[in-house]
């Protein structure tokens, strides 16, 4: 298993694409992100989505694990 670069974008607040609101938020999802991604993670920018939402109190933590469990991130 190889780690694969992903784009992030300080300034904008971005990763793979996926806009944050603050600058709070885009580092506590980055570190999660790229933390997991040692482990095996491979993010989609429907991943980065779910997780930038159950961040920011957009879903439940409920709706997050439903997430999960119906791999909702691979799409």
Known sequence: MSYTPIS???EALTIMGVPFPSLEAWE???AAIGS??????????????IIRDYT????SFDAFIRAAV?????N
């Open 56 to 59: 920011t109190g957009k879903i």
């Open 8 to 10: 992030i974008d300080r």
């Open 28 to 30: 506590s999802a980055a």
């Open 36 to 49: 997991n991604m040692f482990e095996g993670y491979e993010p989609t920018r429907r991943g980065i989505e």
């Open 70 to 74: 119906d791999k909702a991130y691979a």
